[in-house]
């Protein structure tokens, strides 16, 4: 019999896998207003709130250059804002607009119905566990954001 540790190891590497795979299903079959990158970023900002370009540099695992290429067309499309970081005046924060929420909400609507039909084919005992998995992995990331 596997150990705990195995076997939370195993479920761990297959939630991750089945949510990539899903995740990239949706975006294979949407055309997005925005390009994924972008998308994802916008997401990243409204999640972690007013966030250097450094500090997003770091969550996105890229160069500080290439984030601010992204930043910078992001901020150009009106979906972000610069302002002075009140903590250091060299530095600035970035910020996702009301447009910016209301482009990344567009996207996620448009992800989920690429989605639907997948979904419609599930019968009602599937669909509520699948709702139930997705609450215990809002509690995953709830309980992650009060360790950080």
Do not use: K, W, Y
């Not at 195995?6 to 795979?21: E, F, I, P, Y």
């Not at 970035?94 to 448009?110: F, N, Y």
């Not at 699948?130 to 954001?145: C, S």
């Amino acid at each position: 019999m596997p150990s705990p540790t195995t076997t939370d190891t195993g479920l761990a590497a297959d939630l991750l896998s089945v949510v990539a795979r899903i995740n990239r299903l949706a975006t294979q079959r949407v055309t997005m207003q925005l390009p994924f990158a972008q998308a994802r970023l916008l997401s990243t900002i409204e999640d972690q709130g007013a966030a250097r370009i450094s500090d997003l540099a770091a969550l996105d695992h890229c160069s500080q250059p290439t984030m601010t290429t992204q930043v910078r067309r992001l901020e150009d499309a009106g979906l972000v804002t610069r302002a002075l970081d009140p903590a250091d005046g060299r530095a600035v924060l970035i910020s996702i607009t009301d447009a910016g929420i209301a482009a990344l909400a567009q996207v996620r609507t448009d992800r989920g119905a690429a989605i639907d039909p997948f979904l419609e084919r599930l019968d009602d005992a599937d669909r509520r566990t699948l709702a139930d998995a997705i609450r215990v992995m809002r509690r995953l990331l709830d309980d992650a954001r009060e360790q950080h």
